[in-house]
């Protein structure tokens, strides 16, 4: 074929060299199969133990004190624990927008990352499930949230956001797990091919007997569709929901039908950030730059400046709407986010979130790797910012001055957030170490060679 | 000892979708082609009919849906009617996100598994892992595999059959348990 093909041109782009089934296989399974574990993988799984060792320890601490230990006040009831909460939950988003959003569209370059974006999201929403579950105080009586039957006739109140909320997130967690190890389904296969022993065992355990038949591919391709399906208005949900929490309260700078797309589109915004962390260290440590390539960085990048765009233009809409509702207490509530003590969260907020996009309007910053590594962070940064303003500055001072009160996180707040980091990459470095983290099956389906079609240019 | 079937190795995905047809239109029925990956258009190839799991999906999501409205309805109508700073008690709208939850966890359920369901897994036995190079399947290899169940199976003329449309490595298959 002298003149090349546009799936041609796209695969080499996406897959770099010459790249075969065997190659891929042999790339990407190799990863978990190393005989030696490398060394910087220690180091970073030492660092997350020592962080894992500090979450144990201030949750107790917390567990046996009581939420006394934390900053929280009159009026600032919600603190970091919120702030932290909705953070992680945001940024499991990107995760299933990756997943299930995406596959719909039939974006193929998305195969190279999905896996590795699902894992940060079920990690990332296992510790986001962490705060609500301590921050009740009395974690032992936190099963009440289930509408348990039980002898004192106490039912939760569905009528109530904050159960819409456990629902939604549990939900939310029990789907991700579930697509999640679909995705992984016939990877486990492979590792079980390729495994001896013990580990071909448990390989061979958790992969169910999968035999690659179509008999059987026929029956998962529509499962998988039909989970990308429903993830994807259940991922749209869930953020909405959490900014029910706040939308339906009456607090002025919280009462807005702004918050469900604004918080959607934040969560995706930081989700992006956050796989853009991971993948820029992953790539780096296991020379997986062929599979993960500065092309797919590219296009997450152009995701950011769009969500990005979006939380920016939502930040503009609710002072427009603050000062056009002719409400004192609305339109003061948004001068004192910008102008009040906590001024530096909210331009920390408009820098990282609206500001820095807006280099990915240009491909040079768009595929320049360490430019990207450290906007990646500094969106997440943002990100939690942005809860901040929400939760802090708006609590802080509401209608009356009388009740107005600066907030001080205390040393346990601090210990429990860099805590939730050592649980999140205890997780995800086993997963690197253990599991394949570019979907093996999915990543040949960019070549073209998988296409039965391939090669004749009429179709 | 009971005779599984013959397997044979086939070159590309192409070659398999080829193969796929060739083996449908001589009639058999008791036939499977495995590869690595999904192959557009094997369901058509094979002669499949669409696969029924998105009835069962669908099942499970109507009974999700109907067993969330249906749990918040009755605790605050009938099993406890408690005044909740005066929200009705049959407060239907704010009952639409747990029911709209519980029908999404239902439909995976249903999702996955009624796939395993359906693809009768996790089954950790089966003829064909006696193969050695079967194995290669999920990694770069394509594979045919007739059985002994099908009513056209005939051992030699399969093996003739599968060698003439292109098939190597063709093993004959037995369950060794």
Same mark, same amino acid.
């Given at each position: 074929?002298?003149?090349k093909?546009?799936?041609?041109?796209?695969?080499?782009k996406?897959?770099?060299?010459?790249?075969?089934?065997t190659?891929?296989? *042999?790339?990407?399974a190799?990863?978990?199969?190393?005989?030696k574990?490398?060394?910087?993988?220690w180091?970073?799984?030492?660092?997350?133990?020592?962080?894992?060792?500090?979450?144990?320890?201030?949750?107790?601490?917390?567990?046996?004190?009581?939420?006394?230990?934390?900053?929280? *006040?009159?009026?600032?009831?919600?603190?970091?624990?919120?702030?932290?909460?909705?953070?992680?939950?945001g940024?499991?988003h990107?995760?299933t927008?990756?997943?299930?959003?995406?596959?719909?569209?039939?974006q193929?370059w998305?195969?190279?990352?999905?896996?590795?974006a699902?894992?940060?999201?079920?990690?990332?929403?296992?510790?986001?499930?962490?705060?609500?579950?301590?921050?009740?105080?009395?974690?032992?009586?936190?099963?009440w949230?289930?509408p348990?039957?039980?002898?004192?006739?106490?039912?939760? &109140?569905?009528?109530?956001?904050l159960i819409?909320?456990?629902?939604?997130v549990?939900?939310?967690?029990?789907v991700?797990?579930?697509?999640w190890?679909t995705?992984?389904?016939?990877?486990?296969?492979t590792?079980?091919?390729?495994a001896k022993?013990?580990?071909?065992?448990?390989y061979?355990?958790f992969?169910?007997?999968?035999?690659?038949? &179509?008999?059987?591919?026929?029956?998962?391709?529509?499962?998988?569709?039909?989970?990308a399906?429903?993830?994807t208005?259940?991922?749209?949900?869930v953020?909405?929901?959490v900014?029910?929490?706040?939308?339906?309260?009456?607090?002025?700078g919280?009462h807005t039908?702004?918050?469900p797309?604004?918080?959607?589109?934040?969560?995706?915004?930081?989700?992006?950030?956050?796989?853009?962390t991971?993948?820029?260290?992953?790539?780096?440590?296991y020379?997986?730059?062929?599979?993960?390539?500065?092309?797919h960085l590219d296009?997450?990048?152009?995701?950011?400046?769009l969500?990005g765009?979006?939380?920016?233009?939502a930040?503009?809409?609710?002072?427009?709407?603050?000062?056009?509702?002719g409400?004192p207490?609305?339109s003061?509530?948004?001068?004192?986010?910008?102008?009040g003590?906590y001024?530096?969260?909210?331009?920390?907020?408009?820098?990282?979130?609206v500001?820095?996009?807006?280099?990915?309007?240009?491909?040079?910053?768009?595929?320049?790797?360490?430019?990207?590594?450290?906007?990646?962070?500094?969106? &997440?940064i943002g990100m939690?910012?942005?809860?901040?303003?929400?939760?802090?500055?708006?609590?802080?001072?509401?209608?009356?001055?009388?009740?107005?009160?600066?907030?001080?996180?205390?040393?346990?707040?601090?210990?429990?957030y860099?805590?939730t980091?050592?649980l999140?990459?205890?997780?995800f470095l086993?997963?690197?170490?253990f599991?394949?983290?570019v979907?093996?099956?999915?990543?040949?389906?960019?070549?073209?060679?998988?296409?039965?079609?391939?090669?004749?240019d009429?179709e | 000892?009971?005779k599984f079937?013959v397997?044979a190795?086939?070159e590309s995905?192409?070659s398999?979708?080829?193969?796929?047809?060739?083996?449908?239109d001589?009639g058999f029925?008791?036939?499977?082609c495995?590869?690595?990956f999904?192959i557009?258009?094997?369901?058509d190839?094979?002669g499949?009919k669409?696969?029924k799991l998105?009835?069962?999906?669908?099942a499970m999501?109507?009974?999700?849906?109907?067993?969330?409205?249906?749990?918040q309805?009755?605790?605050h109508?009938?099993?406890y009617?408690?005044n909740?700073?005066?929200?009705?008690?049959?407060?239907?709208?704010?009952?639409?996100?747990?029911?709209?939850?519980?029908?999404?966890?239902?439909?995976?359920?249903?999702?996955v598994?009624?796939?395993?369901?359906?693809?009768?897994?996790?089954?950790?036995h089966h003829p064909?892992?006696?193969?050695?190079?079967?194995?290669d399947?999920?990694?770069?290899?394509?594979?045919?595999?007739?059985?002994v169940d099908?009513?056209?199976y005939?051992?030699?003329?399969?093996?003739?059959?599968?060698r &003439?449309?292109?098939?190597?490595?063709?093993?004959?298959l037995s369950?060794?348990?």
């Open positions: 074929m002298s003149v093909s546009k799936a041609d041109i796209r695969a080499e996406l897959l770099p060299g010459n790249q075969d089934f190659s891929i296989t *042999n790339d990407i190799g990863v978990p199969e190393q005989k574990t490398p060394i910087q993988w180091l970073l799984f030492g660092f997350a133990l020592s962080l894992l060792a500090i979450f144990v320890g201030s949750v107790g601490f917390l567990i046996w004190e009581g939420t006394g230990i934390w900053g929280i *006040n009159n009026p600032v009831f919600w603190g970091w624990a919120i702030i932290n909460f909705v953070w992680w939950v940024i499991g990107a995760g927008l990756i997943s299930a959003i995406l596959h719909l569209f039939r193929n998305r195969n190279a990352i999905n896996r590795f699902e894992t940060m999201t079920l990690f990332a929403v296992i510790c986001a499930l962490v705060f609500p579950g301590i921050h009740v105080g009395r974690i032992w009586v936190a099963y949230f289930l348990l039957p039980n002898q004192m006739g106490m039912w939760p &109140n569905m009528r109530s956001p819409w909320d456990f629902f939604a549990f939900t939310y967690f029990t991700s797990l579930l697509f190890y995705g992984l389904i016939p990877d486990l296969a590792l079980r091919d390729r022993g013990l580990k071909k065992k448990v061979g355990f992969a169910l007997g999968w035999r690659g038949g &179509n008999r059987q591919w026929q029956h998962y391709e529509l499962a998988y569709l039909v989970l399906g429903i993830s208005p259940l991922v749209l949900s953020h909405s929901v900014s029910s929490d706040f939308a339906t309260s009456v607090i002025p919280w039908t702004i918050f797309p604004y918080f959607v589109a934040g969560a995706i915004y930081s989700g992006f950030g956050m796989v853009m991971l993948s820029i260290i992953a790539r780096k440590v020379n997986l730059g062929h599979i993960i390539t500065v092309e296009k997450m990048a152009q995701i950011m400046l969500t765009c979006m939380v920016g233009y930040y503009s809409m609710e002072f427009f709407v603050a000062w056009y509702s409400n207490y609305e003061f509530a948004f001068v004192n986010r910008a102008l003590p001024w530096w969260g909210y331009w920390a907020m408009i820098f990282c979130n500001v820095v996009p807006q280099f990915f309007w240009f491909e040079k910053y768009r595929r320049h790797i360490p430019f990207l590594f450290i906007t990646s962070i500094l969106v &997440n939690w910012f942005e809860r901040f303003v929400i939760v802090v500055i708006t609590l802080h001072r509401d209608f009356m001055p009388g009740a107005w009160a600066m907030y001080n996180p205390t040393m346990f707040d601090v210990a429990i860099l805590g980091f050592g999140f990459f205890t997780g086993l997963f690197l170490r599991l394949p983290m979907s093996i099956a999915e990543a040949k389906l960019v070549l073209p060679e998988s296409n039965p079609h391939h090669g004749h009429h | 000892m009971s079937g397997i190795r086939f995905p192409e398999l979708v080829h193969a796929a047809e060739k083996v449908r001589k029925t008791k036939f499977d495995h590869s690595p999904p557009h258009g094997m369901d190839a094979m499949l669409r696969s998105g009835y069962l999906i669908g999501g109507l009974t999700g849906a109907l067993f969330g409205f249906g749990l309805t009755w605790i109508s009938i099993e009617p408690m909740i700073s005066g929200k009705p008690y049959f407060a239907y709208p704010a009952y639409a996100i747990i029911t709209f939850e519980l029908m999404v966890l239902f439909s995976a359920f249903g999702a598994f009624g796939m395993m369901f359906f693809n009768r897994i996790p089954r950790f064909v892992f006696y193969s050695e190079k079967f194995s399947v999920s990694s770069d290899a394509f594979y045919v595999s007739i059985e099908d009513p056209k005939d051992e030699n003329n399969v093996i003739d059959f599968l &003439n449309i292109g098939g190597t490595e063709i093993e004959v369950d060794e348990n």
